[in-house]
């Protein structure tokens, strides 16, 4: 058996190879009108109500890294995917596989996270499952959560609608929940200050959607950070994406982080934040609002759409020079969520 | 640490032990309204709508077994946990979690028994996620499917609404998942010709509403098996459950191979079998209808709901006896769904 033949930790990354994964065994399979659009999460309707359904996985390593822990990282994970079309989030479920030996004191302090974040979120966690495997069969705990949220009528946010001469927002700096889990993960020597961005962004998205009816598309710059969200975005909306480098916040400790480890803050996973693609005319509006939050007080606009290079994402340098900002290659950072 | 501070292979056993777990980790932080229902899937309500949401964990060891695979299980397992509400499926969601070095072929060929599964059912998969763990990180492939289903106002089919007086239909032959399962496990040299039960079961379901106002409980019994179930039943519905023994269909096949192993085919799994409780007046209706359905053509009434002994489960043995069956105490198969 070849490399090409077998699942690489290059599949799971959310770039390059994830998505290759995704067009030559998942799609031709499961090809259907709804999950062609490969948002965030996926709308459906009942009747004359328009809803947004969502899943994910977790299996960070560590299980517990400062600013937050798989549970509570489950919970914003799958809010913030319900979010990001404009859905409020109501329902979620959640499936727990554990390994045999797991000690019910860190399952306990995991549901409790789950609990707060759920809370703080404003959903209810209303349907479980927990399987158990043998010992070295799964490596402490990962977390299935799924959710269901409520979207307006007229809303219409999605990857697919960013427009020529939109701005680029995004709510704050960049690689913090990357740069925290890999600074603890085991034989990694390095120790930064820095905390997860772990949360939940619905309250902060409900802010913004009630300032501005030209929200096109938003996206939470997970796995594959804010340089493959932006692609994925180029693409499904066929325009090019500028970037402003000199505009991208980023902490000095993560910057410092990513030198140490050779990696490019821009490839780091986030989530705590969102990008949101928004018509000229309201972009200070919207800023404004999301300086105003909790959530949002380092936000700033960092790129526009333009109508050349579609399916490109470029960076104007602060000194001055254009690069061509691409997917993820290959697995920079297994395990981060 | 002792053993009562660890996840053991019990708490995943769908038995006591996983009862007992929901109860001291899961519903003190959980506990809502919606989820205290303890059953297959539970409902809520959009607009005028009412809902089924379910979400399940796939972990079976092996993952291609006679009858089925871990794809085709996770479909229907997620299919039946919305039809024992009563509702119609209608969306699921897929999260993987892949071991590196995982054969494409062999998740090429998961993926198609999940779309093969997810048409006879006839449902969509809307939205998926696939996350890979380092090698030993996880054994193979890990499956949840999340599902969302519809439900006609005036259906309220619940594992506590079970009444006195109801008679118990099953729907076919108990065990056939598990023993399938168990003859393949590595280590294990007996052979058996019993396939998976694997099935959609909601189109079985659509004809027995469609005959009868009268279906009270439906419940598939999984893990823990026919007694396991039924106890829940018991306990959710405050009543007494008397089966008749001799009523209850097993293969010759499956009786050997329990003898062999020193299992009660009572509580081996089953993935494509219901439970329902019908009021006496319609049950040979119900039961005439499953009888005319590939998926119920054995089914039979196998016991009866009684006023005494609320909360217990018992049967009448073939030679004339009763005995209490219990809760599956340990587990008994690990990892057979």
């Known amino acids: ?171 704050g700096t960049i690689g913090d929940h990357g740069i925290t889990v890999l600074s603890k993960r085991g034989g990694l020597s390095f120790e930064t200050s820095i905390q997860s961005d772990s949360a939940p962004l619905n309250k902060l998205v409900a802010e913004m959607m009630s300032v501005s009816d030209s929200i096109h598309t938003m996206r939470d710059p997970t796995r594959g950070g804010l340089a493959t969200t932006l692609n994925e975005i180029a693409l499904q909306s066929n325009v090019g994406i500028e970037l402003f480098e000199e505009k991208i916040p980023v902490r000095e400790s993560v910057v410092g982080a990513c030198e140490l480890l050779g990696i490019d803050p821009l490839y780091v996973a986030n989530e705590g934040k969102l990008i949101a693609f928004v018509s000229p005319e309201d972009a200070d509006k919207v800023l404004n609002c999301m300086k105003s939050h909790p959530y949002g007080r380092e936000a700033a606009i960092i790129g526009k759409v333009i109508s050349e290079n579609q399916g490109r994402v470029f960076m104007k340098t602060s000194i001055g020079g254009t690069r061509i900002i691409d997917m993820l290659a290959g697995e920079q950072l297994p395990r981060i969520c």
Chains 1, 2 share one sequence.
């Open 1 to 171: 058996m070849t490399r090409e033949d077998s699942i690489l930790l290059d599949h799971g990354s959310g770039g390059r190879a994830s998505h290759e994964l995704v067009r030559r065994v998942f799609l031709p399979q499961f090809k259907n009108s709804l999950l062609d659009g490969l948002d965030d999460s996926t709308v459906f309707e009942i009747g004359d109500r328009k809803l947004a359904f969502s899943t994910d996985s977790y299996t960070v390593d560590p299980i517990f890294f400062p600013g937050g822990d798989i549970g509570c990282l489950a919970v914003n994970g799958t809010v913030n995917d319900l979010s990001m079309r404009g859905a409020v989030p109501l329902y979620l479920s959640a499936g727990f596989i554990i390994e045999e030996g797991f000690p019910i004191a860190d399952l306990k302090r995991i549901v409790e996270s789950m609990k707060g974040a759920a809370e703080t979120a404003g959903v209810q966690i209303i349907a479980g499952d927990t399987k158990v495997v043998n010992r070295g069969g799964a490596d402490k705990i990962f977390i299935n959560t799924s959710g269901v949220g409520i979207i307006k009528n007229n809303t219409n946010i999605s990857g697919k609608n960013a427009q020529v001469e939109d701005l680029v927002l995004i709510s």
